[in-house]
């Protein structure tokens, strides 16, 4: 299998639930990435890992835990979410994590809180 | 601080013909990347094209090529003979070299409607 991959595809879950997202790149790359894309708002960076340390936490609410247990998969997991939470959550990764490089996505997980 | 700013909410273009997609930014920063992502309703988002702010040459690939107008900064995609594939959400977005540290910011992107 190539490039990011990302389960689930669909997921739904109530407010009291614990879920995790998972994500695996098979690129070789360092720097891995969580992004939420909500309707009518820009690509939201939530975290990133480079060499599995996290160099990044955009002020997200603690009921988002990333974790980031190798260089070539990283989780995301969700408990007592709120409805507003609702969204796109993307995954990337790139090779080093420096100004330029490149970043390259999975396919996402779309998450509906119930 | 950086900014992304992509004005056209939605563009449409005829089937064969070249569409430009506009993007601007704002830094301070000597060193950074642009880059252009294609989002389809599947949502993946596909990495399509780099410019770096060094970059004397605009970038190409296949059909996609980047205007890069640093006095201006802006970093423009121009999509060359238009498929219907083509039809999807396209981002902008922006990373920093030296303090914007691993941040890539992205604009509010431009859909594409591209007709047979």
């Known amino acids: 299998e190539t490039g990011v991959t990302q389960t689930p595809r669909h997921l739904v879950m109530g407010m009291t639930n614990k879920k995790s997202l998972k994500c695996e790149q098979h690129?070789?790359?360092?720097?891995m990435y969580w992004y939420k894309q909500s309707a009518k708002k820009p690509l939201e960076l939530m975290f990133v890992y480079n060499f599995k340390e996290q160099t990044e936490n955009n002020s997200v609410p603690s009921r988002f835990s990333p974790e980031c247990p190798n260089s070539s998969h990283l989780f995301l997991h969700l408990h007592t979410l709120q409805p507003e939470d609702s969204a796109l959550y993307l995954c990337?990764?790139?090779?080093?994590?420096?100004?330029?490089?490149?970043?390259?996505f999975g396919p996402g997980t779309r998450l509906t809180v119930l | 601080a950086q900014k992304i700013t992509q004005t056209q909410p939605g563009m449409f273009v005829q089937e064969k013909e070249a569409v430009t997609l506009d993007c601007t930014y704002d830094?301070?920063?000597?060193?950074?990347?642009l880059f252009w992502y294609k989002q389809p309703s599947s949502g993946e988002m596909i990495f399509l094209i780099y410019q770096g702010s060094y970059d004397e040459q605009n970038a190409t690939e296949g059909r996609y090529s980047l205007n890069f107008q640093k006095a201006r900064k802006s970093a423009n995609l121009v999509i060359s003979a238009s498929q219907l594939g083509d039809s999807a959400m396209y981002f902008c977005a922006m990373r920093e070299g030296g303090t914007g540290g691993f941040k890539t910011i992205f604009g509010a992107g431009t859909r594409l409607f591209v007709k047979a």
């Open positions: 690129l070789g790359h360092n720097a």
């Open positions: 990337a990764s790139s090779p080093e994590g420096s100004g330029t490089d490149t970043q390259y």
């Open positions: 830094t301070s920063d000597q060193s950074y990347g």
